[in-house]
């Protein structure tokens, strides 16, 4: 049975109200951790720690970061990015096997010296900038919000360690491991699903990670901002066939970062599902 770590931090705004209440039932397994981000003192095993400034500067300008601290939102983001380190950090460590990232300042959106749509550190950029320097080489980010990762793209575009597959509006394919797959609007969640197997699980597999990032966002879920049709279900079916990608090609090393949606139903419906199948517990979805 795998063991998942899941990394909370308190956010203001709708969307998260039910957690970590929600997560009540998963708690309580053996191979299920909780790393709270308790602001200023935490002494125990499971703490989530800020990302430590060294690190920002490997990724993003001193511009940005500067930027970033007059918003008023700096000590969250370095939460919000840390969760991401340290879950890579401790999956290294073997400590747990894959993580479920409660991220409210992040991800995708930040580039190398731009951020937009709260996103004001690249926490994915982040662990892998923090595993290059444990030794670590080839990495697999594959993002299903439904915004193109245009921060991701910007920071990797010419790492060819780093294979970024991308659901979005567009179509675009290059040398250097960069994959866009446009999703039209009304996809049903079988055509999403098929996308993965098709695009991303067999390239994945011939570009072997040893690490797999999954931008998990769940805004193109029928009746959000950025919908497509899909429903919350699909999410969870996407759990599963990511999970078992990185169980057949890096030992189960998975990074499950949430990143945009705004429904509370939804997040409460979906997030512990997908915790779920992470940890291998049996998820009461219909898409078992
Ligand atoms: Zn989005
Ligand atoms: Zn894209």
Redesign the pocket.
């Known amino acids: 049975m795998k063991r998942t770590g899941i990394f909370f931090i308190y956010f203001h705004g709708e969307r998260l109200k039910d957690f970590p209440g929600a997560l009540e039932g998963l708690l309580d397994k053996g191979n299920v951790s909780y790393y709270d981000a308790v602001y200023g003192s935490c002494d125990g095993l499971y703490c989530l720690e800020p990302v430590a400034e060294r690190l920002l500067h490997k990724v993003h300008s001193d511009n940005m970061i500067t930027g970033v601290k007059h918003t008023g939102d700096y000590e969250a983001a370095l939460y919000s990015a840390g969760g991401t380190v340290q879950a890579a950090e401790d999956i290294r460590q073997g400590r747990i096997d894959n993580a479920f990232v409660f991220t409210g300042y992040g991800d995708?959106?930040a580039g190398r010296d731009f951020c937009h749509?709260m996103c004001y550190f690249n926490g994915a950029a982040l662990a892998i900038a923090m595993l290059k320097e444990k030794g670590v080489r080839r990495f697999a980010i594959v993002d299903t919000?439904?915004?193109h990762g245009d921060g991701t793209r910007d920071i990797f575009r010419r790492d060819t360690g780093v294979l970024h597959v991308c659901f979005c509006d567009q179509d675009y394919s290059d040398a250097y491991h960069k994959i866009d797959i446009g999703i039209p609007s009304h996809t049903h969640d079988e055509e999403y699903l098929a996308k993965m197997k098709e695009v991303f699980i067999p390239r994945a597999k011939a570009f072997k990670p040893e690490y797999i990032f999954w931008e998990c966002?769940y805004?193109?879920t029928k009746g959000e901002?950025?919908e497509k049709g899909i429903s919350p279900d699909c999410h969870i079916g996407l759990a599963r066939l990511i999970k078992t990608t990185a169980d057949e090609i890096c030992e189960g090393r998975l990074i499950t970062i949430l990143?945009?949606?705004s429904t509370r139903d939804t997040a409460t419906y979906t997030i512990p599902r997908i915790i779920a199948v992470l940890a291998e517990l049996n998820s009461g979805s219909p898409m078992a």
């Open positions: 995708h959106h749509g919000d439904s915004h966002g805004d193109a901002y950025g990143c945009g949606g």
